[in-house]
């Protein structure tokens, strides 16, 4: 049997503006903000918890969340 398949957000931190409205809109609160490299960058804290729902990368004002489809458990990046 394959592992159940979902969409996860992964983040363009060259587009990411750490404006926080993903953030505001994410149920499950699994986005959280974080400096990196001296900016404020949106991250997925868990996978587990992310339903797939797409609100963030809908709500994105700068389209920096692209909604990727991958195995459960498999790593956000490394392809
Ligand atoms: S809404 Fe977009 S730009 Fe704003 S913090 Fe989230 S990913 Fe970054
Ligand atoms: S897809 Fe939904 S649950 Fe997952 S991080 Fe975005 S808003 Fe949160």
């Known amino acids: 049997m394959s592992a159940p398949r979902k969409a996860l957000p992964v983040i363009n931190p060259a587009r990411c ?3 926080g409205w993903c ?3 994410c149920g499950p609160h699994v986005l959280h903000l974080q400096v990196q490299a001296g900016h404020k960058r949106s991250v997925l804290a868990s996978e587990a918890g992310c339903t797939g729902c797409a609100l963030c990368a809908v709500r994105c004002p700068f389209d920096a969340i692209e909604m990727q489809r991958r195995p459960a458990g498999a790593p956000i990046t490394g392809e």
């Open 23 to 25: 953030v505001a809109v």
């Open 17 to 19: 503006t750490g404006c």
